[in-house]
């Protein structure tokens, strides 16, 4: 392979090294010119000042009159007061407090035996962190294994049971929802509890929650007596929750250190406090993040990371940036449609998935590499002479970073020591920052999510729409086609969710009978029997 000089004085150049953190990030392969950092260094110096004044207390997330705390959890000195601040120690003493009598036995199942398994339901950030921080670290010596319900879809919930069978008995449920409202973690929990009964179990003896002071959740927490109750603040958002008790107490009881996460996490945080840019790996990478995609979003951010155990980074990369940057109003009520797609595999199986067309097709993405230096505990056995499987590993990710430059493709690589659960930290808090840092070059608002509301606000819409027509065909009985139901019920512009609604009924033996007919229009809907 040729040497390219004036890459290698380039990568010498530009590459940022935080050995404090065993983190380095080399963006020698973006095609930024000389004058680029230079020409952003206001708008950074002015993000540092934000940074600044959201750890400090401001009130960040201004639509929703909050302060933006996630920095809080892992240095509590930070807090704005005293109150704040012994909450969150009170919280990680509670969690270990309480993870250590699970494994001990001094909290045991109804049986009395110990448990063996968490069952962690919820969604969105209040399971994509604890699931990323559970695959990326999990081992042998586990003291518990752990399953998810994330989502409201009966086949999934039906599946995770089925793997459960009779373990359910030794298995400890944590409820995830900060208002204790959401739709699909309060479905799962009634599927669980549903679940814990047909075993002849007790759910309220295997339960846990974490959520909101006083809300839904925690009411129902409390009055049936749940084991524990675990808090939420309104000032930590559930896309950066996994450094609270939403991430930290499911990995405390799966046996993952949670005191070398949240040193990882701070000092990642100190060394991403830097206003030297040069030296700031999350302002250099939100100028990328910039560069790359002109401030607008016109290119995709692809994240493969050589490494299996980091698999699930790039799902939970996805809501991390996509919720906090995807947004149609910036800070001042400008219309600007922000946004930055994030989708990603692992190395070396991206050789055989999509390279090919990153390096022949569309040239509308940018690359993250993360490489891993240590392959594995121990020495390796050789594949070939003089080659262990790890060195083809390393070989595969220079050759792909190599190809793509070749032609054209821009990447950058964050390398990192191994991977462990002081350096998950540090990779949580880096793209934490970077996230900040990027909206605020942006102007726009990161710390909510007006379309994820609107979502689930058009979801309501569609049960309310489901139960008057189940109540129509009931009065009505007989049969009906979509457009007289919907024209009867008044909203004739929901024709068509009418319809699809039937279908759904029918096709689940929900006391719908669909009788099909030649034209769309003269498919009838009736109650069975």
């Known amino acids: ?82 109150d704040i601040q012994q909450e969150i120690e009170a919280a990680i003493k509670q969690i270990l407090a309480f993870s250590s009598k699970i494994h001990a036995g001094g909290i045991t199942a109804q049986s009395g035996s110990l448990f063996k398994n968490v069952l962690i339901i919820g969604i969105g ?62 479905n799962g929990m009634v599927e669980a509890k549903s679940a814990y009964t ?27 007596g749940w084991l524990e109750r ?11 929750s996994v450094t609270s008790a939403v ?22 945080d100190i060394i991403t406090s830097r206003t030297v840019t040069a030296q700031n790996p999350a302002a250099t990478m939100a100028l990328m993040w ?28 996805q ?16 219309a600007v449609n922000q946004g930055l797609t994030v989708y990603g595999n692992k190395g070396s199986t991206d050789q055989h998935a999509y390279v090919q067309q990153l390096r022949e097709g569309v040239a509308n993405f940018f690359v993250t590499f993360i490489e891993v230096l240590k392959d594995r505990e121990g020495s390796s056995m050789l594949v070939e002479e003089g080659i262990t499987s790890g060195d083809f590993l390393f070989g595969f990710f220079q050759g792909t970073r190599t190809a793509l430059y070749e032609n054209g493709r821009e990447s950058m690589t964050i390398t990192i020591n191994l991977v462990d659960a002081y350096t998950v930290g540090v990779l949580i808090a880096l793209f934490e920052r970077a996230v900040g840092f990027y909206a605020s070059l942006l102007n726009i608002n990161a710390y909510h999510q007006p379309g994820v509301e609107a979502g689930k606000k058009a979801a309501g819409t569609v049960i309310t729409l489901q139960k008057s027509v189940m109540e129509l065909l ?30 759904h009924l029918a096709a689940n033996s929900r006391g719908i009978v669909q009788k099909n007919a030649d034209q769309l229009a003269e498919v009838t809907f009736g109650i069975s029997g």
Request: glycine share 8%.
């Open 247 to 268: 991430g930290l107490l499911p990995a405390a009881l799966q046996g993952i250190d949670i005191q070398a996460l949240l040193e990882g996490a701070k000092n990642c």
């Open 198 to 224: 047909r075993a002849g179990l007790d759910f309220t003896q295997h339960a846990v929650a974490v959520t909101g002071n006083d809300s839904e959740l925690d009411r129902l927490a409390r009055a049936e």
């Open 1 to 82: 392979m040729k040497e390219n000089g004036t890459l290698w004085n380039r990568y010498q150049k530009h590459l940022c090294l935080c050995p404090e953190i065993g983190l380095s990030l080399d963006i020698s392969r973006m095609k930024f010119a000389d004058d680029f950092f230079a020409l952003m260094e206001p708008a950074m110096q002015s993000a540092y000042i934000e940074m600044h004044e959201i750890e400090g207390g401001t009130i960040a997330n201004r639509d929703e009159g909050r302060m933006v705390g996630h920095y809080w959890l892992r240095n509590p000195s930070l807090s704005p007061s005293k």
């Open 319 to 334: 809501q991390l940036i996509m919720e906090s940057i995807g947004k149609e109003l910036d800070r001042d009520g400008n």
């Open 474 to 503: 009931q009065q009505e009985q007989r049969s009906m086609t979509a457009e007289a139901i919907a024209t009867q019920l008044g909203t004739p512009e929901h024709t068509e969710m009418v319809f699809a609604i039937l279908r």
């Open 230 to 240: 675990f808090p939420m603040w309104d000032w930590v958002g559930g896309r950066t």
């Open 125 to 186: 950030g209040s399971a994509l962190g604890p699931q990323f921080v559970a695959d990326a670290l999990a081992s042998p010596p586990d003291r518990m294994k752990m399953f998810f319900l994330d989502n409201t879809d009966p086949d999934g919930i039906d599946k995770v049971f089925a793997e459960l069978g009779e373990t359910i008995s030794e298995t400890l449920a944590i409820v995830i929802s900060k208002s204790g409202s959401t739709k699909e973690t309060r």
């Open 290 to 317: 910039h560069y790359a995609t002109g401030g607008r979003g016109t290119k995709d951010l692809v994240v493969l990371p050589y490494k299996d155990r980091l698999l699930l980074f790039s799902r939970y990369l």
